[in-house]
């Protein structure tokens, strides 16, 4: 439990905390960029699930970015992304985004 005692400068954590996990959507989406088409549409049991995932993803792009932090859903959305190959630059931008909001609401809640 020494990490509950000692004190850690919040700044650090949170710049740490953000390139950490960007790094890993970084990571996921290049992971997608090089899966094969016909592998991934196999993937899935039913031909329609594919074509609503990749409408959802030509209509909202990297929007979807920003929601890469959330549990569960963050790491195959920044897969998908990187699969469809929505444009980088706005993608990284919001993902780090996301991600920053996240640890900057977990550092201010901790240090209430």
């Known amino acids: 439990m020494l990490f509950l005692t000692s004190s850690f400068d919040p700044v650090i954590c949170l710049v740490v905390a953000t390139v950490g996990n960007s790094m890993g959507g970084l990571t996921n989406y290049a992971l997608g960029m090089v899966g ?13 699930h594919y074509e609503r995932l990749s409408r959802n993803i030509d209509k909202y792009g990297y929007w979807l ?3 890469s932090w959330t549990p569960f859903l963050g790491d195959p959305l920044t897969i998908a992304l990187g699969y469809f190959r ?27």
């Open 65 to 67: 970015g920003a929601l």
């Open 36 to 48: 094969k088409a016909d592998s991934i549409k196999k993937r899935f049991k039913n031909p329609l």
């Open 86 to 112: 929505v444009r980088f630059v706005p993608f990284l931008l919001l993902m780090i985004l996301g991600k920053f909001i996240r640890y900057y609401i977990i550092i201010f809640i901790w240090n209430l």
